[in-house]
């Protein structure tokens, strides 16, 4: 879209994505980083803090924009809920929930609280909403994309947040959610990606969410059982051999344009960088040290690319338009 159909635009409310949900992840992930980094590195707290508040901030102006464009705009609503590659992003409101929870309990248990429960309440509700487009509605394997984790997989999460506040038999249920699904679904996916054509370019980044379910299923799994065992250690590999296996591919990322997609690329980088600081907190290997700096160096070099990005075409109102 160029210049002058951007201003024919009537309201960019009505075209505001959920997939912005996105960018809270990012933000979210790498506060947790760094905190995790103070935690087992002794990196400052500042930054850890600096980022959870604008992980909060950051939440609650998405959040609160995207009810009122719902009330505002309700077909606009409608139509990305039916949408068959839209509908996944939805979770991303729910794991944000869960990831502002985890940032908000050392300052405030209750709001942690309520942030968590309406979180796990949410994502299981997507779950089967999510699981139930697909069976009642014809998707085509054009539609399927690794976004697919978001709203099935995605329930990985909801242990990582709930140790505390959910009983272990109650994590287990979402715990076991994720880890069938993931099974599942990696197929479906790398069947599309080797058998089918390539993914539109703007669904690129979304490959890095392989990246996540195993970096996810491992911080779960030690929160519930605090042991780094054979299967932690087959999840962090998993992890690991899908980051190294996209930045193998680097070439192919470096020619994509802007779009918000490219926020995929965030979240999952933070997931295998957290993983990777729990085996070393957990088995005190240097390899797993020096690849603990590296990761944090190359996802904090990647949000704040994406960040910087995103802010320059905010100002050149690239975003938020009809596609």
């Known amino acids: ?54 992980s909060i901030v950051l939440f609650v102006s998405i959040l609160v924009t995207y009810i009122i464009k ?8 409608k139509q990305e809920l039916s949408h068959p590659i839209r509908i996944n992003f ?3 409101i729910s794991i944000s929930f869960v990831l502002i929870s985890i940032l908000t309990k050392p300052m405030n248990y209750d709001i942690a609280y309520l942030c968590f429960v309406i979180g796990a309440l949410l994502h299981l509700f997507f779950t089967f909403n999510t699981l139930s487009f697909w069976i009642n509605k014809s998707v085509e394997i054009q539609h399927s994309n690794p976004a697919w984790f978001i709203p099935i997989v995605g329930n990985l999460i909801v242990p990582v947040g709930g140790v505390g506040f ?19 679904m990696l197929s479906i996916i790398l069947n599309r990606i080797i058998f089918h054509k390539q993914f539109a370019p703007k669904f690129m980044p979304t490959l890095f969410i392989l ?32 980051t190294l296996l996209v930045l193998f591919m680097y070439k192919k990322f470096l020619k994509i344009q802007f779009f918000i997609s490219w926020w995929a690329f965030t979240f999952p980088l933070a997931t295998i960088t957290l993983a990777t ?4 907190e957990q088995l ?3 390899l797993y040290l020096y690849l603990s700096y590296g990761l944090i160096l190359f996802v904090t070099i990647v949000i704040a690319i994406v960040a910087y990005t995103t802010i320059v075409h905010m100002t050149r109102k690239e975003i938020c338009i009809m596609e």
């Open 70 to 77: 719902i009330f505002k705009y309700k077909e606009q609503f």
């Open 277 to 280: 600081l729990l085996m070393y």
């Open 284 to 286: 005190h290997d240097s």
């Open 1 to 54: 879209m160029n210049n002058e159909e951007i201003k024919l635009v009537p309201n960019r409310l009505r075209f505001f994505p959920v997939m912005m949900f996105a960018m809270v992840m990012g933000v979210s992930g790498l506060a947790i980083v760094y905190k995790k980094a103070h935690e087992i590195l002794g990196f400052s707290a500042v930054i850890a803090d600096v980022l959870s508040v604008l």
């Open 90 to 92: 939805f979770a991303a």
């Open 166 to 184: 959910f009983s272990n038999k109650i994590l287990m249920f979402y715990f076991s959610i994720g880890i069938f699904f993931w099974i599942i």
């Open 211 to 242: 990246i996540a379910p195993p970096s996810i299923g491992l911080l779960a799994y030690f929160k519930m059982t605090q042991t780094i065992d054979m299967f932690a250690m087959i999840l962090f590999n998993l992890g690991l051999f899908f």
